[in-house]
């Protein structure tokens, strides 16, 4: 049973360049959430995707902005790069209904650098 | 908004020592309480978690947590710890009528156990 997959595992970028980080949930789940995790930091929400919808949102510019897929696989897309986009990105993924829901599983991450 | 403190950010113990880890919350409302471990090399994963009910719970590799609400906290704790415990721990808190999707996390506590 595959769990939480994420690509690239890491990136390198310029400023003011585009990114595209992707996710595959694990199997059975249907909702994904993006975490960012800058280096000393905890994970801090981005926003969450669930039926193809973003369903929450954090503290994020609109630069940072997703698209969940019909089969529950998603992408983290972040424009115009800054240097302190720096940082790890999670993915987690959940089910949406049940007791489940509370329980996150956690990709790797995908590590970007922008230089 | 929510926020989570977690007072030790690095943690030194020898094998068999007691562990107990910080962790305040800031926020309202009722909570759902977390904490994750994260070992080398690995990914995020739960460790265990509060809802409602009996304030001690208790988690696997026989860790075990304590929600005090007048005090805001939920302290991670185990009686002896292995060396294979060593890793990154971090609290998360969110709101009760959200999913775990949005979660607020601290910013851990690195723990190393010396054989």
């Known amino acids: 049973d595959a769990g939480v997959t994420q690509s690239p595992t890491h990136l390198i970028k310029t400023r003011g360049q585009q990114v595209t980080l992707r996710c595959s949930p694990k199997s059975g789940h249907d909702t994904v959430s993006w975490y960012q995790q800058a280096l000393g930091q905890g994970p801090q929400f981005i926003f969450q995707?669930?039926?193809?919808?973003?369903?929450q949102r954090g503290n994020f510019p609109d630069r940072f902005s997703g698209h969940q897929y019909p089969n529950y696989s998603s992408e983290l897309n972040v424009n115009a790069l800054l240097l302190g986009d720096s940082a790890l990105y999670l993915c987690?993924?959940?089910?949406?209904?049940?007791?489940?829901?509370?329980?996150?599983?956690f990709g790797s991450g995908t590590q970007l650098s922008v230089l | 908004a929510q926020s989570v403190s977690q007072h030790n950010h690095h943690v030194i113990l020898s094998e068999a020592a007691s562990l107990e880890l910080g962790c305040n919350y800031s926020y309202g409302g009722t909570v759902n309480l977390f904490w994750y471990v994260q070992y080398p090399g690995q990914h995020l994963q739960l460790l265990l978690k509060y809802f409602s009910g009996d304030p001690l719970v208790k988690g696997i590799k026989g860790f075990e947590a304590e929600f005090i609400k007048s005090k805001f906290s939920f302290n991670l704790r185990k009686p002896s710890v292995q060396w294979s415990d060593t890793a990154e721990y971090f609290c998360a808190v969110n709101a009760r009528n959200t999913n775990a999707g949005k979660s607020t996390f601290g910013d851990g506590t690195t723990l190393t156990v010396k054989p």
């Open positions: 995707y669930y039926e193809e919808e973003e369903r």
């Open positions: 987690a993924s959940s089910e949406i209904g049940g007791s489940a829901r509370e329980k996150l599983f």
